[in-house]
């Protein structure tokens, strides 16, 4: 009997807690104020299961296609560069107040197509990755995926190459 009511206790104890912890404020929900690193890592590790346990199943198309290609070129020069900048950006204008910090997709990306396919369309809950499967089809994001293979081999003139025409005059804003 004192086994359950030591539980009750510490139960009760913790919701109040928790309710307390809430309501006083406690969480700097500021994105200028880094996470404690344990908070970091368990936010990091819930993540990345989230999407690979999600995007198992999903049936990766041939990404080689240079139409296929070119129109997610397209799509990442007009939607992406910035916050996961292009090849010769070292930064942009909404970058340095975004946190957790989004990855520079012009460096290799340790994701599979499948899973960056679901983080793209489906976007990232509490980070400013938005769910771009709302407003663009599946077709449209997979070009974004065979794109995003390629961009980390890009030198900043094959980029500019690949999407000219996209997204004139963008290039001045983003350049600090």
Known sequence: MNLIKALLLLIVAGVLGGT???????FNAAADVPHWPVVYHLMETVRQRSIAVRAKDIQVPPLDDPKLIADGAEHYNAMCTGCHLAPGMTDSEIRPGLYPQPPNLSQPLNASPAEMFWAIKHGIKLSAMPAWGTTHDDQAIWGMVAFL????????????????????????????
């Open 149 to 176: 293979k390629k961009l980390p081999d890009l030198t900043p003139e094959q980029y500019q190459a690949m999407t000219k025409g996209s997204g004139e005059g963008e290039e001045g804003h983003h350049h600090h």
């Open 20 to 26: 307390a912890f809430i309501h006083l404020g406690i």
